[in-house]
C-alpha cells in the first residue's frame, strides 16, 4: 500500500506520516525498491496519533500513549495519569483564555472608538505589565 493510500485511511497528510516516520513513531517495513510497505497494523497506529493529536497531546505524549497502546499488559493508570495531565493543561490554558477574553472585553466596552485620540485600549497596553511566558 503506497502513502497515498495509507494516508487516506488514516485521515493524515502524507507529510505528517513522513514525520512520523522520520521521528519513530512508525517503522514501515521497507520493499526491496526501497518504498514504504504499509501494514495493516501501521494504518491503526497512524490513525491511533491522528486522533491523540487531534485531542492535543504532545508528540512525546503521542509515543508513550503508543507504547502503552502496544502493551498489552500495561497499567491503565499509566494512561490515565497521561491524560490526566494534558487534561489539567488544557483547563490552565481555557483558564488563561477565558481571563484574556474579559480583560479585552473590558478594553473594548471602555474604549469610545470615536475620533478622540483617547484610548483606553492603547493606554493598557502601553502600561501593563508584560506577561509571564
Not at 36 to 64: P, Y
Amino acid at each position: 500500500m503506497n502513502i497515498g493510500d495509507v494516508a487516506r485511511k488514516a485521515g493524515l497528510p502524507p507529510k505528517t506520516i513522513r514525520y512520523y516516520e522520520d521521528i519513530g513513531l512508525i517503522k514501515p517495513l521497507r520493499d526491496t525498491n526501497g518504498y514504504r510497505a504499509f501494514r495493516d497494523s501501521d494504518i491503526h497506529k497512524l490513525a491511533f496519533l491522528g486522533r491523540s493529536r487531534a485531542l492535543g497531546f504532545t508528540i512525546e505524549d503521542c509515543r508513550n500513549l503508543l507504547a502503552l497502546w502496544e502493551d498489552k499488559d500495561r497499567a491503565s493508570g499509566d494512561v490515565r495519569a497521561i491524560a490526566k495531565e494534558h487534561l489539567s493543561q488544557i483547563e490552565t490554558k481555557i483558564a488563561d483564555l477565558q481571563a484574556m477574553r474579559d480583560t479585552l472585553s473590558d478594553l473594548v466596552r471602555d474604549c469610545a472608538g470615536d475620533g478622540r485620540p483617547d484610548c483606553p485600549i492603547l493606554k493598557t497596553l502601553e502600561t501593563m505589565p508584560t506577561p509571564k511566558s
